[in-house]
């Protein structure tokens, strides 16, 4: 059975960073993408990063490029969300899920077959 768990959220003030992890059981970072979601209050959840099972690419949403950083460790099957220069717009439930995903036309990140969400975790930018 898969189960993605997040941690790491927390309260943080503007140009602050912080780390979120993705510890996955029931599965092999070989053979899975990791991705990171997102969802502000009264907005639909959006996609933020993804790291592919094959050769480890990246891809971000354009509004974190530069700032976010997604790594993977696949001795404690765990991904990591390193985000630097918080803005309050960051502010967020961000989720970790499987799915698939790569580099959409527009610069952007694409995915589909989204699939084993985890719980979330809070995220708040503010001073």
């Known amino acids: 059975q898969v189960q993605l768990v997040e941690s790491g959220g927390g309260l943080v003030q503007p140009g602050g960073s912080l780390r979120l992890s993705c510890a996955a059981s029931?599965?092999?970072?070989?053979?899975?993408?990791i991705g990171w979601f997102r969802q502000a209050p009264g907005k639909e959840r959006e996609g933020v990063s993804c790291?592919?099972?094959?050769?480890?690419?990246?891809y971000y949403e354009r509004s974190v490029k530069g700032r976010f950083t997604i790594t993977r460790d696949k001795a404690t099957n765990t991904v990591y969300l390193q985000m630097n220069s918080l803005k309050p717009e960051d502010t967020a439930v961000y989720y970790c899920?499987?799915?698939?995903?790569?580099?959409?036309?527009?610069?952007?990140?694409?995915?589909?077959?989204?699939?084993?969400w985890g719980k979330g975790t809070l995220v708040t930018v503010s001073s």
């Open positions: 790291i592919q099972q094959s050769d480890g690419s990246t």
């Open positions: 029931g599965l092999s970072l070989d053979y899975r993408a």
């Open positions: 899920v499987t799915l698939e995903c790569g580099s959409s036309w527009s610069g952007g990140m694409y995915y589909e077959n989204l699939s084993n």
